[in-house]
C-alpha cells in the first residue's frame, strides 16, 4: 500500500503544534463535511481530513506515525515496520468527540487501519473540543421593489440554514427575521447583519449574514446604475417647436420639464437628484427622460390639411 501524507493532507508543516492541527482540520471539516457540501469529491476529502487528524491528532499516535519517516520513500510501497503494534482505541470521531465506526463514512484507509488496527470505535482524546472558531458567514439574497430600494422598507425574511452546533453536530433550522433596507439600495447591493450567521464554536462569536439584493423589473422605469430611466411621448408639434411638458416620478408626482425646440426622437433629458436617493458614500442619481416622438396614425382632414401645408413649406 502507499504511504499518507497526513500532514499534506491538512495543509500543515511537519513541526505544528496543536492549535495549528486543530485549526487546519477544523477549516477543511467545515468545508467538505457531506451534510454542508454536497459536491462531488467533498466526503472522500472529508473522511481523508478526518483521517488525518485522528493520527495527527494524537500525540500518542502522531508519534508513532512520525517514526515511519525513516522506513518510506515518495511514491514507493509502504508496509509497517516490524514488530509494530497499534496503540488502543483506533478510529475516529465526530464532531461531538463520540465515537463512529468504520461504516459511518466508509472506512478509513488501509494505510490506518494496517498502523492501527482498524474497525474499533473511539473518540478524541479529551472528549469533546475545547478550541474556539468563529461562526461561518452566510450569504442569502432578497427581492425588493424598486419604490422599496428607492423610499426603504422592512421586510420579514425566513431562511433555512445548515449549521454546526457548539459539539459541531450538524443541525437544519428555520430562521425568521425581520431586515431593514435602507433607502437607495441599489441593486445587487450587499447588506450586513452582524451576527446573524453560523454559530461560533467554543465561546466564539457567530459569523454574519449578507443579503444580496435584487431589484425586481418596473413597468415604467429601468434601473441604470444609481439613475432611473423613463420614456416620455410627445406629439410632432412640441418636438418642433419646443414646450414644457409633465414627467410622472416613481413616487407619482409630476415633474415639469422644458422640451428644447427642435428635440428628435430618441433625445434624453436628465434631472438631477430625482434617481435613487444618496446612500452611505454613494451619491444620488438622476432621472432620465428618453424622448419618443409619437406620430398620430389617424387624422382628422383639417391635421391632414394642416400636415401638406407644411410638407410644402419644407419644399419636399
Known amino acids: 500500500m502507499k504511504y499518507k501524507d497526513y500532514y499534506a493532507i491538512l495543509g500543515i508543516d511537519k513541526n505544528a503544534g496543536e492549535k495549528d ?47 515511519l519517516g525513516a522506513n518510506w520513500k515518495a511514491g514507493q510501497d509502504f508496509s509497517p515496520p516490524p514488530g509494530w503494534r497499534h496503540p488502543p482505541g483506533g478510529m475516529g470521531t465526530d464532531f461531538s468527540g463520540q465515537a463512529f465506526s468504520s461504516e459511518d463514512f466508509g472506512g478509513f484507509s488501509d494505510f490506518f487501519s494496517s498502523l492501527f488496527g482498524g474497525a474499533q470505535t473511539g473518540s478524541f482524546a479529551g472528549g469533546a473540543p475545547n478550541w474556539r472558531m468563529r461562526g461561518q458567514d452566510h450569504e442569502a439574497s432578497m427581492d425588493i421593489t424598486l419604490e422599496e430600494a428607492v423610499h426603504g422598507t422592512r421586510k420579514g425574511i425566513a431562511l433555512q440554514t445548515t449549521d454546526l452546533d457548539e459539539n459541531g453536530r450538524v443541525i437544519r433550522a428555520t430562521k425568521n427575521m425581520q431586515v431593514s433596507i435602507p433607502p437607495g439600495t441599489g441593486d445587487h447591493s450587499r447588506i450586513r447583519l452582524a451576527g446573524q450567521g453560523g454559530s461560533g464554536m467554543g465561546g466564539a462569536p457567530a459569523g454574519h449574514l449578507y443579503l444580496r439584493v435584487h431589484i425586481l423589473p418596473h413597468p415604467r422605469f429601468q434601473l441604470k446604475g444609481r439613475d432611473l430611466q423613463t420614456t416620455l411621448q410627445i406629439p410632432p408639434y412640441d418636438a418642433a417647436l419646443g414646450a414644457r411638458v409633465m414627467v410622472q416620478a416613481l413616487d407619482g408626482h409630476k415633474l415639469a420639464v422644458n422640451l428644447p425646440a427642435g428635440t428628435s426622437s430618441g433625445a434624453q433629458l436628465r434631472l438631477k437628484g430625482r434617481g435613487l436617493p444618496a446612500s452611505g458614500k454613494k451619491p444620488a442619481g438622476d432621472l432620465l427622460v428618453q424622448i419618443k416622438i409619437s406620430v398620430p396614425k389617424n387624422l382628422s382632414e383639417q391635421e391632414r390639411t394642416l400636415y401638406e401645408e407644411l410638407k410644402k413649406c419644407a419644399g419636399a
Not at 21 to 26: D, G, L, S
Not at 27 to 56: C, W
Open 21 to 67: 492541527i486543530k485549526k487546519a482540520y477544523r477549516k477543511l471539516a467545515r468545508k467538505f463535511h457531506p451534510d454542508i457540501n454536497h459536491d462531488a469529491g467533498a466526503e472522500q476529502k472529508f473522511k481523508e481530513a478526518t483521517e488525518a487528524y485522528d493520527v495527527i491528532g494524537d500525540p500518542e499516535k502522531r508519534k508513532k506515525y512520525d517514526e
